[in-house]
């Protein structure tokens, strides 16, 4: 019998190490582009848009035995055959660890200027790195997850001190709070909406967590709160130390480099920025391998997917998860395609996740009744109705920021997932034997 000892301090470390990484790493400036010294304001959007987005997860692990995650939940809540579209949306996903791979080249870089014409290379041994790392099983990847978050936590907030210390009134005197309107601050929680991601990781080993209905759902939110905490305060520190002009479109690393003593700076760049981004891969690697495996033992995927060795690795859909991450590595896609190609999908497909999980307590009442949050079925669609307004919210300003191509590209890309799923699901190959739910 698998071994369930993951406690809430080790989840909120995954969810929160999930969460602060790339994204933050890599959207700051533009964020500080957008909303320029409210960007503390658009981060506690974003993060708020985000958990409401994610409600659905939150509220239905409370409640219900769900094997493979966000997966299950939405094969309990979506129509039969957009199932798909979520399950191939979560092979798309590890496109982010390409993003992680390649921001953590760069900062490398910074620290190593030889390596500023490899990072290619560099980017590419890193996501191999911390694949293998991922092998020997969840318990091995959280006390490696857990050493990274506590050393990510100091350098985060030595990186929070230095900034506050060196808060200049006069170097954004004359400046609008918000650089441009209320709009670009909407539009700046739309891009940072990606660094709050992450925290629904959790959801996806709760097979490896005992009392994990109790459990997850309390991590969920603490590391919602902890990490949007953290945001908070280093939006903060990014945006009241120099002028809108200089930092504007700049990362976290340049504010650290002016602000910060060499050594700390060093520090910050390794334990900061190099942990934050290594935790992140680290929790989507652990996450996503379930969803994915689950998904093709309900036939979304060809059966060689469901393979796994002696020990219950399912090696298939790992090497298939390596493959997708490190190919804009190779191919030299940009950072932004890459995140649009994620995050446009997964915002339509959640829209119509929200619609369906309106009659979940009916369907399932005497499950729901159980559910360790003790929510009533009315908050629980008061809930949804913010959930739908946040999920559209995000959509509209996801696409609103793209080019048109980019807008196009990606309602193909929507469309093209909702045909394969349909198409799949019609051929008589799906039949969701993955999905155990204690309901009745």
Not at 388 to 413: C, D, E, H, K, V
């Amino acid at each position: 019998m698998k071994k369930k000892s993951i406690g809430v301090f080790s989840l909120i470390s995954i969810g929160v190490g999930s969460m602060i990484g790339a994204g933050i790493f890599s959207t700051m400036g533009s964020g500080i582009t957008l909303a320029g010294r409210s960007l503390t304001i658009a981060i506690v959007i974003a993060a708020l848009l985000v958990f409401l987005q994610c409600f659905t997860e939150f509220a239905l692990t409370s409640a219900f035995s769900l094997p493979g995650g966000t997966y299950a939940v939405n094969a309990l809540t979506l129509p039969k055959f957009f199932v798909g579209v979520t399950a191939i949306n979560y092979i798309l996903a590890n496109f982010g660890r390409s993003v992680m791979g390649l921001t953590m080249a760069s900062f490398l870089a910074e620290l190593i200027p030889a390596l500023a014409d490899y990072q290619t290379q560099v980017a590419f041994l890193l996501i191999t790195m911390f694949f293998l790392v991922s092998i020997p099983g969840t318990q091995f990847l959280t006390k490696v997850q857990n050493v990274m978050t506590i050393c990510m936590y100091a350098a985060l907030g030595l990186f929070i001190v230095y900034g506050f210390l060196f808060a200049d009134p006069q170097a954004y005197a004359g400046e609008p709070f918000m650089a441009k309107g209320v709009s670009g601050v909407f539009a700046a929680a739309a891009v940072l909406s990606w660094s709050c991601h992450g925290a629904q990781n959790i959801t996806s080993i709760i097979d490896d967590v005992d009392d994990g209905n109790k459990k997850v759902p309390k991590a969920f939110l603490l590391t919602f709160l902890v990490g949007g905490a953290i945001y908070v305060l280093l939006a903060f520190a990014c945006t009241h130390a120099m002028p809108y002009t200089e930092v504007a479109g700049q990362n976290m690393g340049y504010v650290a480099q002016k602000i910060m003593p060499t050594g700390l700076y060093l520090f910050f760049t390794i334990g900061g920025a190099l942990f934050a981004l290594g935790t992140t891969m680290l929790g989507a690697i652990s996450a996503m391998k379930w969803p994915i495996y689950a998904s093709a033992e309900d036939g979304w995927l060809p059966p060689v997917f469901t393979k796994k060795t002696q020990k219950g690795f399912p090696w298939v859909v790992m090497l298939m998860m390596y493959l997708v991450a490190v190919l804009p590595v190779v191919g030299g896609f940009s950072l932004n395609s890459i995140v649009s190609l994620i995050l446009v999908p997964g915002n339509i497909a959640n829209i119509v996740r929200v619609f369906y999980s309106w009659n979940i307590p009916e369907k399932y009442p005497n499950t729901w009744k159980k559910n360790t949050l003790h929510m009533s079925a009315g908050v629980y669609r008061v809930m949804l109705v913010f959930s739908l307004i946040a999920s559209a919210t995000l959509a509209y300003f996801g696409l609103r920021n793209q080019s048109t191509s980019g807008m196009i590209g990606n309602l193909l890309m929507t469309a093209g997932l909702i045909i394969y799923s349909y198409l799949r699901y019609r051929s008589g190959k799906v039949h969701f034997k993955a999905l155990e739910v204690n309901a009745n």
